[in-house]
Nanobody
Framework: QVQLVESGGGLVQAGGSLRLSCAAS????????MGWFRQAPGKVREFVAA????????YYADSVKGRFTISRDNAKNTVYLQMNSLKPEDTAVYYC?????????????????WGQGTQVTVSS
């Protein structure tokens, strides 16, 4: 089991950058695949990015490909989401999630644990 806490959200102008962090508790962080999801008002929760246990494999939603980068530091029990060239449509609550058995989960229902979310607002 793992507890997740996101941080790094805030207000940024269009074209700017922001880095989100997700800190995990315990000593088993490397056993979990990790993902980032986001949910805007009136929208379903959508997949953003995922990374496998070792960090050697990643996958991105088409909407963020080339702009966002997911990474992890297992020594620090932390996963990151570097967001560049931000657009107003990126505005959402961003959630960190962990999965125990699937190597590279892409669906929200495949994840076992979730953080509380952090708000990202991109102004124009």
């Amino acid at each position: 089991q793992v507890q997740l806490v996101e941080s790094g959200g805030g207000l940024v102008q269009a074209g700017g950058s922001l880095r989100l962090s997700c800190a995990a508790s315990g000593r088993t962080f490397s056993n979990y695949a990790m993902g980032w999801f986001r949910q805007a008002p009136g929208k379903v929760r959508e997949f953003v990015a995922a990374i496998n246990r070792s960090g050697g494999n990643t996958y991105y939603a088409d909407s963020v490909k080339g702009r966002f980068t997911i990474s992890r530091d297992n020594a620090k029990n932390t996963v990151y989401l570097q967001m560049n060239s931000l657009k107003p449509e990126d505005t959402a609550v961003y959630y960190c999630a962990a999965q125990w058995t699937i190597l590279l989960p892409l669906r929200a229902r495949e994840y076992d644990y979730w953080g509380q979310g952090t708000q990202v607002t991109v102004s124009s």
